[in-house]
């Protein structure tokens, strides 16, 4: 009697568009940076510039796509590191470097070097820590992620494009503030997770009318948006650094500073 023969599924070999849609936004994202690179060379800076942000805005959103479709994979969570790493480590490193670092020659571009590698190192622990299980009371990341350390560093840019400070006189400064971005971002300080926000019910309305604010802000004075989110942020790298160098309080876990990328 002839045994029945064990039949394994075979790959599928299409793929549904859905499927493939943070591939594709992570791509665009992608895209993004790189021309903003092109830019960049070519003494663009507002566009240069406003091409990172953008970046950063598709960053967000392509894996709250996958998950919301569930078509998260390996293959997109490791074009979605690799698009990070030109995106957020080397288009604001070149950026920074053509608008105010050059002043500084050799030195400049080694700064420049620095924050882009500190990026690559940030990306490279968080795809390492992503084999771990996450903690179900997890509240903040560990260190400055790359799209806010990319934030972070356009700061000078920022500033120099909306008129606020000369930043352009000061290249050892600019220097000076990439060079700590970049250290931020391989540190392990426990920084600001937005998912572990929480917006009390009868407070919501009042964080709307802040986010019609800031979309009036930014239609009018964009580069002053993102320096004042830049601050705002600052401002939570300054309490979490506070916190940290506070004893913890009696009954606390001692390593819960592990939890997080």
Known sequence: MRRPRRTHPRPRRTLSLLALTPNLVTILGLCAG??????????????????????????????????KLDAASPFGAELDSLSDFVCFGVAPAVLAYA????????????IALVFAICCCLRLARFNVDRAVPEAPTRTHFTGVPAPAGAMLGLLPVFLALGGALPVERVPLAVAVWLGLVGALMVSRLPTLSPKALRIPRERAPWVLVALALAVGIGFTRFWL????????????????????????????????DRHGR
């Open 225 to 256: 948006l993102m320096t004042l989110a830049c601050l705002a942020y600052v401002a939570t790298l300054v309490y979490a650094a506070l916190q940290r160098g506070r004893p913890p309080a009696a009954g606390t876990d001692a390593t819960g």
């Open 99 to 110: 608008f105010l670092l050059d002043p500084l020659g050799d030195a400049g571009w080694a």
């Open 34 to 67: 790189l021309t903003s690179i092109r830019f960049a060379l070519v003494d663009r800076w507002e566009i240069a510039a406003g091409l990172i942000v953008f970046a950063a805005v598709i960053d967000g959103l392509d894996g709250l796509i996958a998950r």
